[in-house]
């Protein structure tokens, strides 16, 4: 039998496309799941190993979505071949039942991480590379000291800016944002 096993990493992406293509390969049983693949324990990849009997065989899109690293999946497999189920890769066209296909997926194995070593590896010179020219990465802050200042004095304000809500909106800053820099008790001692 065809178990499929479908992963997103993020709550905002859709497995949908990975669920079609695992039910147009014949998968009898999906198992999705929306989780980053560097998280050890995912429950419904457990699940679908638990399912699976002798003779069945693991479905997934893509490599990565099975593991993000090459010892994960490694292991994986060879968890899957002592328990004589096979695993096919829908995209990379690797199937483990013949000998070519456990030799591909070895080498698309070390090429998945490979590739996620270089990136990590780029992302980080980069990171590096921005803090020595003086750069931090990130958003900019919305509370800039202007922005301080002027809140301070409309606050003192209370004619011009009876409400709260007309300092936040003349700053366009959101109602976190400010509360953040001017909690109740400060602003109590500023409307004095």
Same mark, same amino acid.
């Given at each position: 039998?065809? @178990?499929?096993?479908?992963?997103?990493?993020?709550?905002?992406? %859709?497995?949908?496309?990975?669920?079609?293509?695992? %039910?147009?390969?014949?998968?009898?049983?999906?198992?999705?799941?929306?989780?980053?693949?560097?998280?050890?324990?995912?429950? !419904?990849?457990?699940?679908?190993?638990?399912?699976?009997?002798?003779?069945?065989?693991?479905?997934?899109?893509?490599?990565?979505?099975?593991?993000?690293?090459?010892?994960?999946?490694?292991?994986?497999?060879?968890?899957?071949?002592?328990?004589?189920?096979?695993?096919?890769? @829908?995209? !990379?066209? @690797?199937?483990?039942?013949?000998?070519?296909?456990?030799?591909?997926?070895?080498?698309?194995?070390?090429?998945?991480?490979? !590739?996620?070593?270089?990136?990590?590896? %780029?992302?980080?010179?980069?990171?590096?590379?921005?803090?020595?020219?003086?750069?931090?990465?990130?958003?900019?802050?919305?509370?800039?000291?202007?922005?301080?200042?002027?809140? !301070?004095?409309?606050?003192?304000?209370?004619?011009?800016?009876?409400? @709260?809500?007309?300092?936040?909106?003349?700053?366009?800053?959101?109602?976190?944002?400010?509360?953040?820099?001017?909690?109740?008790?400060?602003?109590?001692?500023?409307?004095?």
């Amino acid at each position: 039998m065809l @178990i499929g096993y479908a992963r997103v990493s993020t709550l905002d992406k %859709n497995p949908q496309h990975q669920i079609d293509d695992l %039910n147009e390969a014949g998968c009898k049983n999906i198992f999705t799941e929306k989780i980053s693949g560097t998280v050890k324990q995912r429950p !419904q990849l457990q699940e679908a190993l638990n399912y699976m009997r002798e003779g069945d065989t693991l479905v997934v899109w893509k490599l990565s979505r099975l593991a993000r690293s090459l010892t994960h999946v490694i292991n994986t497999v060879k968890d899957l071949e002592v328990r004589n189920i096979g695993l096919k890769v @829908i995209t !990379q066209n @690797i199937d483990t039942s013949t000998p070519e296909g456990r030799l591909f997926f070895h080498m698309n194995a070390a090429f998945d991480q490979f !590739q996620r070593e270089i990136i990590v590896e %780029n992302t980080r010179a980069g990171l590096k590379s921005a803090r020595k020219n003086g750069r931090i990465g990130g958003r900019p802050p919305l509370m800039t000291d202007q922005k301080l200042r002027n809140a !301070q004095s409309m606050l003192k304000d209370k004619e011009n800016y009876p409400f @709260i809500s007309d300092i936040i909106k003349t700053l366009d800053i959101g109602r976190t944002t400010f509360y953040r820099h001017f909690p109740p008790e400060v602003i109590q001692k500023l409307r004095l």
